[in-house]
């Protein structure tokens, strides 16, 4: 057991008891970078975690693994831009659990830099049928199955760039900027129903989306990107999602929380 010196009983307790004992968390993008530190981190502190990733063969690999580590966890595949899909992804977790205390809207694309009167119809489409369509139609079913129980909490990775705007990225921008508009309208509609959604704010981060859209620049860009003059792991990020979703956040509602080493600041 680990102690503590403080006496407040609640940390004694949340310390003493894995944060996420038999609580079942969903994770679209589950498969790779933040998604994947999420459902480690969710995982190794008691949850059942649903893996929910259009990318079959990592997403069973990361389900293996951690169930070979004695987690709970289970991969769904799944197209976040498909109505069926994203209904099937809730379907199946619900069948198998039969209630989802936490879900992580996390899956989402970059855009490769473009001048807005150069982008194409079908650049938008797909950027925003992830980015935002996917966050929204997720967030219909999540919260769906949640409101018998009067209780859940939802969490959608949008990103510094939903903050601010970014030199020739406007439709990923809009598309990020849309997330936090979707979290703070659903956060006041839901509370009333037990139900709490936030949203993180990642900077800089080193995963395989920002690997393969900087290359050789990246330990550049790090160094200039934030006060902090680094890349950001996946697993800082994890950790603000999981508090996010854990009952030490229980008053935190409808929060657009940067985790960027200070980029905004
Ligand atoms: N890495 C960063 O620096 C950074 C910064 C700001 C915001 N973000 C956001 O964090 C989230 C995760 O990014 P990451 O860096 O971990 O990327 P990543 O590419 O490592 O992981 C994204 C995952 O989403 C999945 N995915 C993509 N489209 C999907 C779809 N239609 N249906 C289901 N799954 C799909 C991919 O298969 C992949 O497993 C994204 O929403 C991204 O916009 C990342």
């Known amino acids: ?14 310390r003493s008891t894995p944060r996420f ?9 589950g498969a790779s970078g ?11 502190e008691g949850a059942c975690v649903v893996i929910a990733d259009r990318c079959c063969e990592e997403g069973n690999a990361l389900a293996t693994r951690l169930s070979r580590e004695r987690r709970k966890a289970l991969f769904v595949e799944t197209d976040i831009t498909s109505p ?23 899956a989402g694309v970059s855009e490769t830099s473009i001048d807005l009167v150069d982008a ?6 797909r950027l925003i049928s992830i980015n935002l369509r996917g966050v929204w139609l997720s967030m219909q ?56 959604i936030n949203a993180v704010c990642p900077g800089l981060v080193q995963t395989p989306f920002v690997e393969s859209k900087f290359g050789e620049r ?6 200039t990107m934030n006060p902090l003059g680094r890349i950001g792991e996946p697993k800082e990020v994890a950790e603000c999602i999981a508090w996010l979703c854990s009952d030490a956040a229980s008053f935190v509602v409808g929060v657009s929380l940067p985790v960027d080493g200070g980029a905004v600041a």
């Not at 057991?1 to 949340?14: E, H, I, K, L, Q």
């Not at 933040?34 to 190794?44: H, N, R, Y």
């Open 1 to 14: 057991m680990t102690t503590t010196s403080t006496t407040n009983d609640t940390t004694v307790a949340a």
């Open 21 to 29: 004992l038999n609580k079942i968390a969903l994770i679209t993008g």
């Open 34 to 44: 933040i998604g994947k530190a999420t459902a480690e981190l969710l995982a190794s």
């Open 84 to 106: 069926a899909s994203v209904e099937s992804m809730v379907a199946r977790t619900m069948s198998e659990y039969g209630r989802i205390d936490c879900a992580v809207n996390n």
């Open 120 to 125: 194409s119809s079908e650049q938008w489409e």
């Open 141 to 196: 079913h999540e919260i769906s199955a949640m409101l018998p129980a009067g209780r859940g909490a939802i969490v959608n990775v949008s990103s510094r760039t939903g903050l601010v705007g970014k030199p020739r990225l406007a439709i990923y921008t809009a598309s990020k900027h849309g997330v936090l508009g979707l979290t703070r309208s659903a956060a006041i509609d839901y509370a009333p129903c037990g139900i709490r």
């Open 218 to 223: 990246l330990p550049e860009l790090a160094r």
